[in-house]
């Protein structure tokens, strides 16, 4: 695992287009802003997870399609997003 250090409203670049700046530090949390193209999924981590999950239960019984939970997952996080 590459680990850098990085201040408030200093970015790291990953690959030619996505870009994750500190925007606020207040004791033990951070804020990040990601920058990525559309087509490149942005997840916390326990949502990742929970997409997961269902997928692999949807695969098993036949339920929603993949893409379908993750885009209710991708809905859900822009929703948690504009009450931050």
């Known amino acids: 695992m590459l680990v850098l250090s990085r201040q408030r409203d200093e970015s790291i670049i990953i690959g030619d287009n996505i870009e994750i700046t500190i925007v606020d530090i207040r004791g033990e949390k951070v804020r990040l802003g990601i920058s990525a193209p559309p087509h ?11 997409i997961q999950r269902e997928n692999e239960a949807s695969a098993q019984q036949d339920g929603a399609p993949p893409a379908k939970v993750e885009s209710l ?12």
């Open 40 to 50: 490149v999924p942005v997840h916390r981590k326990e949502v990742y997870e929970a």
């Open 73 to 84: 997952a991708k809905k859900k996080d822009q929703h948690n997003h504009h009450q931050e």
